[in-house]
Nanobody
Framework: QVQLVESGGCLVQAGGSLRVSCAASGRAISLYDMGWFRQAPGKQREFVAAITWSGGRTSYSDAVKGRFTISRDNAKNTMDLQMNSLKPEDTAVYYC?????????????????WGQGTQVTVSA
């Protein structure tokens, strides 16, 4: 079983950039496709981005496409989300997730393992 811990969330001004990271332990993340989700206050958790086990394919929600970039370093057992041109509506708790490699990168995909989340707040 893999354990996931997010870090890097903080307060940032609109238009700024931020990089959040996910560190995995317990199993090699090369066994897993991985994703980022977020949940804003009073809203349901939503898909942000996903990446295959090799990093060869990625997918993004329409809300972040062109502004966010998901990446992974299997040697370091980490995954990152680079967020540029941040907007106040990007404010949320960001969660890292993992699931056995080989599935689709559909926003509706079920992920088995989750971190505790890191808060990202974008001020206007």
């Amino acid at each position: 079983q893999v354990q996931l811990v997010e870090s890097g969330g903080c307060l940032v001004q609109a238009g700024g950039s931020l990089r959040v990271s996910c560190a995995a332990s317990g199993r090699a993340i090369s066994l897993y496709d991985m994703g980022w989700f977020r949940q804003a206050p009073g809203k349901q958790r939503e898909f942000v981005a996903a990446i295959t086990w090799s990093g060869g394919r990625t997918s993004y929600s329409d809300a972040v496409k062109g502004r966010f970039t998901i990446s992974r370093d299997n040697a370091k057992n980490t995954m990152d989300l680079q967020m540029n041109s941040l907007k106040p509506e990007d404010t949320a708790v960001y969660y890292c997730a993992a699931d056995r490699a080989g599935g689709s990168l559909s926003p509706s995909r079920f992920f088995s393992y989750w971190g505790q989340g890191t808060q990202v707040t974008v001020s206007a």
